[in-house]
């Protein structure tokens, strides 16, 4: 049996109102044989089954599909209502009723919402039954219309099932993702750069030193570049970046600190820094601090290679506000929705320019603290980031 038949019965099946409508038929016409059918070009396949009479057709039996009247019911789009087929004019000689054994028969076409035809409502028995001057018909149309929407229903159901077992499925690979990230690039990288200073302790020659400085930077650089893609794994495909928070009474020294490695990098651009008296703030420093590094980093990176960047953090009417400006071409405008989004970068970016994660961590980390991050840019102020955050 086909895939596709396999699901349309469970479909079928998952339907809870199935049985009580093939009863219904059962009852209100006298005929001991009814059926919900998936009729295709190629087969007919029993999907739910109400047989008092020993037909011996089960959910899953096939019948010959050009031996049914459901075939000729699919091509007509039309439903079929025989009384007493030994006495019907069109049906007396016809092939179906003496190779099944019944007298009367009805069968309903039942169409998806999309206009396709999913299959038949049908019923029979060998003896005859006064179909046509019944309500049987309008009865089993309107059950047939139900089917419908309930076939879209589940089906719907289903798809949605299967999109959150794949998600459950991602979720345990972005773990093991994460995992790989934070034990098996890290400890490597470690050995490197604590192997390169234990080298730069021995006073070797002034060439190796140049080398091995080489060696160190190039090692704190990839573990940089490992904690980035770390924390946009947690981030875009976890829980968020994780903060812990507590009151920090040194953050003026952290961030002068910051600032102070970041112009050591950067000894030919000129940081200036307006630190407020950043007391009370409820927060995770050393994420705090890596926001002003990306966001430094970012002003020196994309900003006038001869322009001040300027660093404020202040608490003000109950909000403490980190801000970075720098000068330079404004960010268009098409541009600025989208420079939080990971791997964002400006189309003349150099291949120093990083994996364009900086913006994008630096926002989530304002998120996960409870904060925003801005930004607006124009001719006469420059480029200005905002990280804000209401404090108590």
């Not at 403490?320 to 405008?333: C, E, L, T, W, Y």
């Amino acid at each position: 049996m086909a895939q596709g038949a396999i699901e349309d019965i469970a479909t079928i099946n998952r339907i809870s109102a199935v049985p009580a409508i093939l009863k219904v038929i059962t009852e209100m016409t006298g005929m001991r044989f009814a059926a919900v059918a998936r009729v295709t070009q190629t087969t007919w396949t029993a999907c739910a089954v109400l047989d008092n009479l020993n037909f011996g057709l089960q959910p899953g039996g096939e019948l010959d599909l050009v031996s049914t009247l459901c075939f000729e019911s699919m091509n007509s789009h039309l439903p079929i209502i025989i009384d007493n087929a030994s006495a019907d004019p069109l049906y007396q000689h016809h092939q179906t009723p003496k190779m099944y054994r019944f007298e009367s028969y009805i069968t309903i076409p039942v169409w998806r919402t999309d206009g396709s035809f999913f299959g038949t409502l049908c019923a029979l028995d060998p003896k005859p039954a006064s179909l046509r001057s019944s309500n049987i018909q309008s009865t089993m149309e309107s059950f047939s219309r139900l089917l419908s929407l309930q076939i879209e229903a589940e089906e719907n159901l289903q798809r949605t099932e299967t999109a959150l077992l794949q998600e459950r499925e991602n979720a345990e690979l972005r773990e093991q993702f994460i995992a790989v990230i934070g034990h098996d690039l890290r400890n490597p990288l470690f050995a490197i750069t604590a192997a390169a200073e234990r080298l730069l302790r021995k006073h070797s020659n002034p060439l190796s030193d140049v080398l091995v400085q080489h060696i160190l930077a190039s090692g704190h650089r990839a573990s940089q570049l490992v904690d980035d893609v770390l924390d946009f794994a947690r981030g875009r495909l976890g829980s968020g970046i994780p903060v812990t928070l507590s009151e920090c009474s040194d953050l003026n020294q952290v961030f002068n600190h910051v600032i102070s490695e970041i112009q050591n990098v950067h000894p030919q651009r000129l940081i200036l820094s307006d630190i407020g008296q950043l007391i009370g703030i409820r927060c995770d420093r050393g994420r705090l601090a890596q926001l002003l590094s990306n966001l430094l980093i970012n002003a020196i990176t994309h900003g006038c290679s001869t322009g001040t960047v300027r660093v404020t953090a202040l608490i003000q009417d109950g909000v403490f506000s980190i801000r970075v400006a720098n000068q330079g071409k404004p960010i268009p405008h098409d541009v600025l929705p989208h420079l939080f989004k990971p791997y964002s970068r400006p189309a003349n970016h150099t291949p120093q320019a990083g994996l364009g994660l900086g913006l994008y961590i630096a926002s989530q980390i304002a998120l996960s603290h409870g904060g925003q991050l801005e930004v607006a840019s124009d001719e006469e102020n420059g480029t200005v980031f905002t990280f804000s955050l209401p404090v108590a």
